[in-house]
């Protein structure tokens, strides 16, 4: 069997013209604060797709930019700017942020109400709870839609997640865990990840490991969705972007499979924009 390739970019701008849409109707257009510390090249390249869709879907969007030697105070201080300005519906502090800037202090000073990356603690609480009633992880959220793109409804599937990041890994299995899957998640400290994954009727890696994931770890007909985006020298001098998964190989295996890119990556910027309308929406009424 080869696998249907999910078109990330295409159902990404199904969402994107659902949000472009219901933004136009407001009275006031939703405003994205972006802050981005230090010149990493990937997480600037993020940056500047991000502030694309906001604009092209009618948002106001402004950026903060710091260098790498900026202290914690000085971010606090613009978060609590951005806290307090009527028209920022939606703040995202790019990661990674430097070793000396404690992450977890950053997201917890962020109003939970304008945590459209929702990885504030009340947030993750509300994901784990369930996830009634507040703000989604953009990732873990494109992830679950493409999934149900190709099986709506994920009852008693096994699903395991490759990866246990606050960003991706945990809150990927909360979702999952709420679509009543039976879900496992392995990580670097984990002993038999080939054989948890050939177990697993949904695999959602994201692990950052070129092509670690290989047709023999995949139970025939399983959905593989790939968060992976990792650069790799090509034969000819140059570089391109794989995934986790051995794609080629992979797809001879699983039902349905992620292309890298193409796949997860626009739905995770398109989820940021719907969780920015949402912010928006439910501020300004
Ligand atoms: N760095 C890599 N992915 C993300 C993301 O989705 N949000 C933020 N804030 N930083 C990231």
């Known amino acids: 069997m080869t696998a249907l390739a999910i078109d990330g970019a295409a159902q990404a701008g199904a969402v994107l013209a659902d949000v472009r849409a219901r933004a136009a109707r407001m009275a006031r257009r939703p405003g994205l604060a972006v802050i981005?510390?230090?010149d990493d090249p990937a997480s600037h390249v993020y940056v500047r797709s991000k502030l694309k869709r906001a604009a092209e879907v009618g948002f106001e969007s402004r950026t903060a930019r710091f260098s790498l030697e900026v202290s914690e105070a000085d971010i606090l201080a613009h978060v609590a700017a951005f806290n307090a300005a009527p028209e920022v519906d939606g703040i995202l502090v790019q990661l990674p942020l430097p070793d000396h800037i404690n992450t977890l202090r950053v997201m917890a000073a962020i109003d939970p109400d304008k945590d459209v990356d929702g990885l504030h603690a009340l947030n993750a609480g509300k994901v784990a709870q369930g996830g009634a009633g507040g703000l989604t992880p953009c990732t873990p959220l494109g992830c679950l839609m493409l999934i149900k793109s190709v099986a709506p409804d994920l009852t008693?599937?096994?699903a395991v997640v490759l990866g246990s990041s606050n960003i991706v890994g945990k809150p990927m299995a909360a979702l999952l865990l709420?679509?009543?899957a039976t879900v496992t998640v392995a990580h670097i400290h984990t002993r038999d990840t080939p054989f948890l994954c050939c177990g697993a009727d949904v695999l959602v890696t994201?692990?950052?490991k070129p092509r670690l994931v290989r047709a023999d770890w995949i139970k025939p007909g399983a959905i593989v969705i790939d968060v992976g985006i990792n650069r790799v020298?090509?034969?000819e001098g140059g570089s391109r972007l794989v995934g986790d998964v051995d794609f080629d190989a992979v797809r001879e295996v699983a039902s349905?499979?992620?292309?890298?890119p193409g796949g997860v990556g626009p739905m995770t910027i398109a989820c940021?924009?719907?969780n920015t309308l949402t912010a928006a929406q439910a501020r300004q009424v």
Do not use: D, F, S
């Open 206 to 208: 994201a692990v950052g």
């Open 256 to 260: 349905a499979i992620t292309p890298v």
């Open 156 to 158: 008693g599937m096994n």
């Open 178 to 180: 709420a679509e009543r």
């Open 233 to 235: 020298a090509t034969p």
């Open 36 to 38: 981005l510390v230090g």
């Open 272 to 274: 940021l924009m719907l």
